[in-house]
């Protein structure tokens, strides 16, 4: 079946699974919880960089491309919507703020997005992004575990 550490460390770089993907899928393939926990939120941290820099050099390209701008703006209009009054209100701390609740669509990516969109200073983004990813991952780390452990009572 493979290494379940690359399959998470892989999760946890995806847009959508991300730390909701990395660590239970971890966890339910017995990797100890703060490996899975320190493993996919490396991961997803390294996805900031990463969104900046594609957002800074391929996207002016592959914008040129009809498909790819509508997909695009889209995404960008949503991630405006619902980033904007958090971030406009709070700065920086709104970008934390939104990356740290796991929900759909609001994970390392979008928060990233969005502190490009609102053209938040890069260096300084990356810390409350970043600092968004470890509390989402202690959330999710505490999801997983509870989880587990009613699953287990449900079985017995």
């Given at each position: 079946?493979?290494?379940?550490?690359?399959?998470a460390?892989?999760?946890?770089?995806?847009?959508?699974?991300?730390?909701?993907?990395?660590i239970?899928?971890?966890?339910?393939?017995?990797?100890p919880?703060?490996?899975?926990?320190?493993?996919?939120?490396?991961?997803?941290?390294?996805?900031?960089?990463i969104?900046?820099?594609f957002?800074?050099?391929?996207?002016?390209?592959?914008?040129?491309?009809?498909?790819?701008?509508?997909?695009?703006?889209?995404?960008?209009?949503?991630?405006?919507?619902?980033?904007?009054?958090?971030?406009?209100?709070?700065?920086?701390?709104?970008?934390?703020?939104?990356?740290?609740?796991?929900?759909?669509?609001?994970?390392?990516?979008?928060?990233?997005?969005?502190?490009?969109?609102?053209?938040l200073?890069?260096?300084?983004?990356?810390?409350?992004?970043?600092?968004?990813?470890?509390?989402?991952?202690?959330?999710?780390?505490?999801?997983?575990?509870?989880?587990?452990?009613?699953?287990?009572?449900?079985?017995?």
């Amino acid at each position: 079946m493979g290494n379940p550490m690359i399959h998470a460390f892989i999760l946890s770089l995806l847009p959508i699974s991300e730390l909701r993907g990395g660590i239970p899928y971890a966890v339910a393939n017995d990797v100890p919880l703060a490996e899975a926990y320190l493993l996919c939120v490396f991961s997803n941290i390294l996805v900031i960089p990463i969104v900046y820099l594609f957002l800074e050099t391929v996207h002016r390209t592959f914008y040129k491309v009809t498909i790819y701008q509508r997909i695009f703006d889209r995404y960008v209009e949503r991630t405006r919507r619902k980033a904007e009054r958090n971030v406009a209100r709070y700065g920086y701390w709104g970008v934390m703020l939104f990356v740290a609740v796991p929900l759909p669509v609001t994970g390392a990516y979008t928060g990233t997005v969005a502190a490009w969109l609102l053209k938040l200073n890069r260096k300084r983004s990356f810390w409350y992004l970043a600092l968004g990813v470890v509390i989402a991952g202690v959330i999710v780390s505490i999801a997983t575990i509870t989880g587990l452990n009613a699953l287990q009572i449900f079985l017995k």
